[in-house]
Structures are given as structure tokens and as C-alpha cells.
């Protein structure tokens, strides 16, 4: 597959809140590095930080876009609640090894109740 396609998917899955179904997406040592948080290695790691998120709050992404190069693709997303977002995956043998997002955790943390910490 494609890395678009391999995002399409993706996007699919997290829209289902399953934090098993999405980490199947994840090289064993893939990193997520969502710019606002720490980065998170490897996939259990991975799988956890899901299962977390998704435990604490719903999470919707639509897509606005979704660009590829080589083996990069970008998602441009939004949600109901107006937040925005963009997020690069690096996939290679159809695996993602390296993701890295950018979206207001402030205003995320607002949005769905949650503590901000100090």
C-alpha cells in the first residue's frame, strides 16, 4: 500500500477508538512524537498512549487532506469541535516508523474538560 493509503486507513481506525485495531499500523519500534507531549517509542508504548487518549476522550478526525511523498505522507484534519491539525508519517513496508503531529493541546484539553497541567 501507499503511505496515503496506509493513512486513509489509519484514520479509519482511530475514528473507531480502538487502540489494538490502530497499533497494528506501527513498526515494532515505530515513534510517535506529537509535538505538544513527550515522544512515545515503540508500539506497545504506542498502543498504550491510544488506549489512554481514547479512554479520556472522544476523538474525531476528518480528513482535509492527505498529500504523499515517497515514503512520507501529511494529513491535513479537523474535528467537530473545531480543533485543526497536521500530522507526517513516515511508512515503510507498509508499517508507520515515525509520526509526528501538531494540533493546540490547550485548546484540545478545553475542549474535552480535561486537567492542563501547570
Same mark, same amino acid.
Given at each position: 500500500m501507499q503511505p496515503g493509503e496506509? @493513512?486513509?486507513a489509519w484514520v479509519e481506525a482511530f475514528n473507531k477508538g480502538d487502540a489494538r485495531l490502530i497499533s497494528e499500523f506501527y513498526a515494532e519500534d515505530?515513534?510517535?512524537h506529537q @509535538?505538544?507531549?513527550e515522544p512515545v517509542s515503540g508500539k506497545a508504548a504506542i498502543t498504550e498512549m491510544f488506549a489512554r487518549e481514547?479512554?479520556?476522550s472522544e476523538m474525531v478526525c476528518i480528513v482535509e487532506n492527505i498529500f504523499q511523498d515517497g515514503e512520507w505522507a501529511i494529513l491535513e484534519w479537523n474535528d467537530p469541535i473545531g480543533l485543526r491539525g497536521c500530522g507526517f508519517f513516515h511508512v515503510v513496508e507498509d508499517k508507520i516508523v515515525f509520526q509526528r503531529g501538531y494540533w493546540d493541546k490547550l485548546r484540545f484539553l478545553k475542549a474535552h474538560n480535561l486537567p492542563?497541567?501547570?
Open positions: 496506509i @493513512v486513509k515505530a515513534v510517535n @509535538v505538544a507531549n481514547f479512554a479520556a492542563i497541567p501547570h
